[in-house]
Structure formats: C-alpha cells, structure tokens
C-alpha cells in the first residue's frame, strides 16, 4: 500500500515500520459462534479466533502483528473486547458515547482506530461518531460482517484484513466505514442490503478508497484534519426521532409524534423534499411544532438525490420552518440533531448548523 506525501506513520521498535492500532470489538455478527439457539457472541472467542489466522497474525512476531505489506509495513494491533459483547440491534445512545470515549481513551498511544461493530446499526454509530469525535487527525475505521468468522465462507476476515490495512497504511483522519472493499465516509453511509455480501453505500459520495490489488484513495475528497486537536463529545439529546411520511398520514398522528419532550425530528419527504400541501392540516402542525422549538429537518425517502425547493409542495415545508437537510442520510441527520440539541444550544442555532456541513455530511454546493 502508497502512504500519502508526508503521510508516514510512527515506527516502532522492529526492523520494518510498524503501525499501532487499537481494535474495539463491540460485538456483532462477525464475531459470533454457532450455539443451541442460533449465532450468538462468545466472550473471549474472538480475539482468539483472530489469532489462529495466518493473514492476521505473523507467528514470528509478537501476538497481533501482521506481515509486513507490500510497502515493507506490519500493523500490531491490540483488541480491546466489550463485556459482553454487543449485539448491534441493542445499541443506545449511551454506547455511542461509550465508543468516542475509548477513542479518547487510547487516542494518544494507537495511530488508529477499527471499531469492530454488528452491521444493523453501523451507519448510524458511523455517523454519530463523524460528530463526535471532532478534531480527528487519525483515521477511526467501522467494520463487521454478514458472515461470522466462524463460517469456512465467510465476509468477515476480508473485512477486518481492508480495515486494518487502510487503518495502518492511511492518514484519513475521518470516521469511516470499512465493507467489502470500500472505505465510505461514516456519515454519508447506509445500509443498502440485508442478504448481500456489498451491504453498504454512499449514495451521494464517491468511496474515499476502494480497495483492489491496488488501493485508490481519492484523496480529493478526504477531509483535512481540523485544527485544535481531537474533542470528545458524548453529551447527545435523546428526545429526537425519525418519520417517514406516507400517502394518507394524518393531521393527528403527526400531532402525536411532535409531542414533547420531542426536540427534533428528521422529516422523510417524497421525492425532493415534498410533502402534501394541499390543505394546511399537515403544514400547520409543522409551523407550530417549529415556533415552540422544534428543530425538523428534511431528507428525503430516496436513495440518492438531495433535497431543494423547486416544487411548491416542497417551498410549503420551509416555509413551515423545517430545515432543508440537502443530501444527508437519514442516519446522519438523526445522530447530528442528537449531537447538536446535546450542546445546549438554542433553537435557531441548531437550526442554523443543520443546514450546514460540518463533517462533510452533506453537499453544500446544492443550490435549489
């Protein structure tokens, strides 16, 4: 693998330049065994099924340390394991805290982070971490797998092996997401697929690194590391939710999800950012629920594509007050109005942050 210019990592103290790396395994599919009910984690098992992988571990070397890389390069690497391990779709707001704060933890003595992570919620601990961890300057990589590690045909060591190598090899000093050779930008991924091997996406941003038997990274499109060093913030609002319209809602279900304690809410829309506006019933619920403090922002249902004002039916939802969300993810606009309405600020200044990229979440040259 080509280090960037300037871009070469710390050396350790054997022959070859050796780069640390601290793996956090969380738990997942990745590191489950078969049991009487089905795959489920094994405490312990993991790290020692890692080291019984001749790809992962050189035995002539010190345990976790690989060979060296095409450009004369070993990775050591420490696992640190959850107790006990976590099963993703359990994941709350708490875990995320508990995630950027083992980052904090150990971010002086590792050049990178795997955070090893179940696949159901991944694009969403991707993109709350994009947030708060701010001040990156190393590279902090999501992966898991469809497959366990146990099965002879499996996802999960191909995964670990990219995620590793681009961890060791890199400076991307961004939140990223490791699967099936693409390194996507944590808070522009999604989960695509529940049955296939390619399960993650970046509808509206190229992969920052692709991996074949050459690595590309387009490094265009990573993002400088921010000045003022690494800031930690694990203080998130948990009064926020997402609601997808659909043909036939009513005036009153939305009343009900608006409620308080609510504080924000990410709007799925149709299409562009519509929503129907042929009577006030629904816009009228909006408009009030955003002049008592509400923070709403809208994405859209869609895939790929981004959120603008070209039809009325779309100009009708700002003018209630919500907040054009441009091309963020849903999971993205959930996890950044957890982390906005976390720091104590107003209304308007949650409002007036939504709309703007902070971590390259969304594409500010949109223009409607």
Known sequence: MRLPPGGVLRSGAMAEPVSRVMVLYTGGTIGMKKGPRGFEP???????????????????????????????????????????????????????????????????DYDAFVIVHGTDTMAYTASALS????????????????????????????NLLGALGIAGHYRI????LYFHHKLLRGCR???????????????????????GIDVEVRWNLVRSPELGGLQVHTQLSPHVAALRLYPGITRAILENFLRPPLEGLVLETFGSGNAPDRDDDLLGVLREASERGVVIVNVTQCLKGHVRASYAAGRA???AGVVPGADMTPEAA???????????LSPDEVRALAGRSLRGELSEEIED
């Not at 450009?71 to 420490?78: E, F, G, K, L, M």
């Not at 300057?137 to 191909?158: M, S």
């Not at 991924?189 to 991996?211: M, Q, R, W, Y």
Request: aromatic fraction near 10%; glycine fraction near 6%.
């Open 42 to 108: 094994i405490e312990g098992w993991f790290a020692d099924k890692i080291a019984q992988q001749p790809q992962l571990h050189d035995p002539t070397q010190p345990r976790f340390t690989t060979y060296p890389s095409r450009s004369n390069r070993r990775i050591r690497y420490d696992i640190e394991p959850y107790s006990p391990p976590l099963d993703s779709a359990n994941l709350a707001l708490a875990d995320w805290a508990r995630f950027a704060g083992d980052v904090g933890r150990f971010y002086d």
């Open 131 to 158: 947030f708060m961890l701010a001040g990156l300057t190393k590279p902090v990589i999501l992966t898991g797998a469809q497959i366990p590690l146990e099965q002879l045909r499996n996802d999960a060591l191909d």
């Open 173 to 176: 000093p961004e939140v990223g």
């Open 189 to 211: 991924s999604t989960k695509v697929d529940a049955a296939g091997l390619d399960a993650f996406d970046s509808p509206n941003l190229p992969p920052l690194a692709e991996v």
């Open 317 to 319: 939802v700002l003018d």
């Open 334 to 344: 959930l996890a950044k109005l957890a982390f906005l309405l976390g720091q104590g």
